[in-house]
């Protein structure tokens, strides 16, 4: 292809199939229609948000007894509020370039940081939310009976199967391939002997990210916590929105710390079935949504799910008792990855297009499958060099936690 002068326009243009391409499991995610964030023609700023109901829930009648109920929907904020960019330069010399070197040189490496960024960023928001752990932290996943116990747990908790995904970090993905290398499976061995790849495995469709996140527990040191005083239930309507709510304990080291995205269970307190909220056998596991630091022993947690003991929001039960024990998951001040198995429905992105400012010569800005990059021109007369600033502005928000949980591998 014959030379062209770069505009802001083909920047643009050459920039966004690269990042669609690359998305990988991100590109999966429920995408918050960005139509609704605002009604501006023009593009939208940090701060623009968007509204996204629960959905309602509902018990069953038994026999021709007319019972109504309420329709009580919670509902979370979504807030683009993530400006992120790539900024470089070009001679001007280099301003006359075939398109196939713009992206090969500069395009695709932008991206890639790009995606990179936008992945781990949408990981960390997860993982810290989720409050079902399943396995032993600290133990690479390297088997099938391994990975089932993710898909497994996701069924006991009403997780639809249609739009399944396993995010393994490379340490569990390796540690899964090698175990199937061994099976009379020509498909599946082929792909995971040859090419490194899972493909959909157990239901889930299965992505090795190299930016899974990791997450480092308080320190928790020689403490037997306990939950503070009886009758610490809530109601649907009070934590419709949030989701939580808070938890007085004591029996905590006076210097102890919970980290947000610590995971625990209380003696006593089972996990419900979401549609016939039976028990499941399973007690229910809590994750603190907030740093604490104990005071003279006492520490009152945010925590989630709520504790719900009746209703169609049901989540565990029963209530929990005075000084029932609460155990955390993992070792104190202890580093552990987090691979995860969710539904796509989980978390929701949105990328909207961004302003062109009236002073902003030559800017241009495109859109492609919902995602949107912006191209400003900086032209330095000094030096006689190009400078050019690509931004994209997202949000992201983790809105239904009860679809999504972390998976280690057993002893």
């Excluded at 088997?143 to 399944?164: C, I, K, N, Q, W």
Aim: with cysteine; net charge negative; aromatic share 8%.
């Amino acid at each position: 292809m014959s030379n062209t002068t770069l505009t802001a326009d083909i920047v643009a243009k050459s920039a966004l199939p690269i990042l669609e391409n690359e998305l990988g499991w991100v590109n999966q995610l429920y995408r918050a229609p960005e139509e609704e964030f605002s009604k501006s023609v023009n593009g939208y700023k940090v701060g623009d948000e968007i509204s996204i109901r629960r959905p309602a829930d509902f018990t069953v009648r038994t026999g021709p007894t007319l019972s109504t109920q309420d329709v009580i929907e919670g509902k979370t904020t979504l807030k683009v509020d993530q400006q992120i960019g790539v900024d470089f330069e070009f001679s001007s010399t280099d301003l006359t370039l075939k398109i196939e070197d713009l992206a090969e040189r500069v395009m695709k490496p932008a991206m890639m940081s790009i995606v990179n960024h936008i992945a781990a960023d949408c990981a960390s928001q997860m993982y810290s939310g989720f409050y079902n752990w399943v396995g032993t932290p600290g133990q690479i996943v390297n088997s099938y009976a391994d990975f089932a116990r993710g898909p497994e747990r996701l069924t006991e908790m009403s997780v639809p199967y249609d739009g399944r995904i396993a995010l393994l970090a490379p340490s569990d993905n390796w540690g899964l391939i090698g175990s199937q290398t061994n099976l009379f499976n020509g498909g599946l061995v082929s792909s995971a002997y040859t090419d490194g790849r899972l493909g959909k495995v157990g239901g889930c469709e299965t992505f090795e990210s190299q930016v899974a996140p990791s997450h480092t527990t308080g320190t928790r040191d020689n403490t037997s916590p306990l939950v503070n005083g009886a009758d610490q239930n809530v109601t649907y309507d009070t934590a419709k929105n949030t989701w939580s709510q808070s938890l007085i304990c004591d029996g905590f080291d006076a210097s102890s710390t919970v980290k947000k995205g610590d995971v625990f269970t209380i003696a006593g307190v089972y996990m419900v079935n979401q549609r016939t909220k039976a028990s499941t056998g399973i007690l229910q596991q809590f994750v603190a949504t907030a740093d604490g630091t104990a005071t003279a022993g006492a520490l009152t947690m945010t925590i989630s799910p709520p504790i719900i003991i009746a209703g169609p929001h049901q989540t565990v039960d029963a209530k929990p008792a005075d000084n029932a024990a609460l155990t955390f998951v993992g070792d104190p001040s202890t580093t552990y990855k987090q691979s995860m198995a969710f539904h796509k429905n989980a978390m929701a992105l949105a990328c909207v297009p961004m302003e062109l400012p009236a002073a902003a010569y030559g800017s241009a800005r495109r859109s492609y499958k919902g995602f949107s990059v912006r191209v400003i021109p900086i032209y330095d007369g000094t030096n006689d060099i190009s400078k050019w600033r690509l931004d994209m502005l997202y949000g992201r928000k983790l809105i239904d936690p009860r679809t999504g949980l972390r998976l280690s591998g057993t002893a």
